[in-house]
């Protein structure tokens, strides 16, 4: 397995400044296609206009810094990553830093998911932390197309005071879930585990169906059972960047890191499909998962 330290979207995304206007962004991810000459792109220009103008919006009416924006699915996803200043440190230096996470889908661009998310510093594992927060939002800066000139809709490029409200209260509960969440993390770090827990805990986490109840099979028996991915998160549980930290050293906390170490750098066949599977597909679950039976040891 490689012990890698890149963050999981290294090489797909472009780091962008807040100086920077929504085309000028567009421009530096290359995601600007009205110069095209091929037909068939050109609404699509404006789509990811539209979609990155919302974005800037958004992150600066929350006071969030957006550092980088990129695309998945070849361009199909949309995505942009803001640093919102909620960050918390764990025994032994174990440092943890909130951002804020907006994408928009090719088939519904007035439609942006909201995610919030921890990233651990040590080795860039991304968490999805649950809050009270609306998972959507309407990107009120899409147009719609006419068949006369000038050939688009014309909308208010500006959020109004009932979006503003809007997005302030989806800021104030993703920031408390980070909060709450920093408490949990602190717990998890305080649990200590041991090599059979280890074992017992991947299988619950990868191969819930393989045994009915693992808690009566031993270490040996369950590596015979074990299937690749739960191999891999076994040795990311000691051998991964950040699991040598207090917090982390065999603890509850080292455990969930496994496992989002394993699906942030080890699962899916290239860093595309392993960002969208962390993000919004089986391995933004499988973490959920995880996180729920730490919590439970």
Known sequence: MPLEKQKPWHGIGVDVGANLSSREMLYKVKLDWEVSKIPSQR?????NQETLRFFKGFFEEGNA?????GSLDTSRILWGLARLNEDFTLKGGDEVKGYLLLASRNE???KIEVQFIIVRESCYNILQITSDAKPHIKNIFRRSFKPTFPFMNQKAQKFDDEMKRKVNKIFVQGREAISTFADDARILADKEVDETMAWRFMFDVFQPETIEDVSTIGPKELEELAENKTKLAIEAFSQAPGQELQSANMTAWGLLNAV???ADHCLGANRDSRLRQAWFGPNAKLKKRALSLALEL
């Open 43 to 47: 609404p699509k220009s404006y789509a």
């Open 260 to 262: 989002t170490y394993t």
């Open 65 to 69: 810094h957006i550092e980088t924006i």
């Open 108 to 110: 519904s661009r007035e």
